[in-house]
Nanobody, 113 residues
Framework: QVQLVESGGGWVQPGGSLRLSCAAS??????MGWYRQPPEKQRELVAA???????NYAASVKGRFTISRDHAKNTVYLQMNSLKPEDTAVYYC?????????WGKGSLVTVSS
């Protein structure tokens, strides 16, 4: 069974930065990405990266967030800068392979003053 474990969430003031990490127990995913679920809203894509390195970002985070992947460490990162209160959400890591999706348990990010 493959496991994904997120870390790096927490509280930050508007304009601040956080970096999320997601460590996979096996290096098998063709695509890894980050999703988020704000309070009382549906889960949405934040950023994803395929194994060939092509990133894809939600319009709301483009220019502020950067996804990166370290294949040697089986880890994907989400660098979040210029955070806004509307970025408050539980952030989930997802790994995909041959049509199968694996999810982490989530990491809460709270942006408030």
């Amino acid at each position: 069974q493959v496991q994904l474990v997120e870390s790096g969430g927490g509280w930050v003031q508007p304009g601040g930065s956080l970096r999320l990490s997601c460590a996979a127990s096996r290096n098998i995913f063709t695509t890894m990405g980050w999703y988020r679920q704000p309070p009382e809203k549906q889960r949405e894509l934040v950023a994803a990266r395929t194994s060939d390195g092509s990133p894809n970002y939600a319009a709301s985070v483009k220019g502020r967030f950067t996804i990166s992947r370290d294949h040697a460490k089986n880890t994907v990162y989400l660098q979040m800068n210029s955070l806004k209160p509307e970025d408050t959400a539980v952030y989930y890591c997802k790994g995909s392979r041959f049509g199968l999706d694996y999810w982490g348990k989530g990491s809460l990010v709270t942006v408030s003053s």
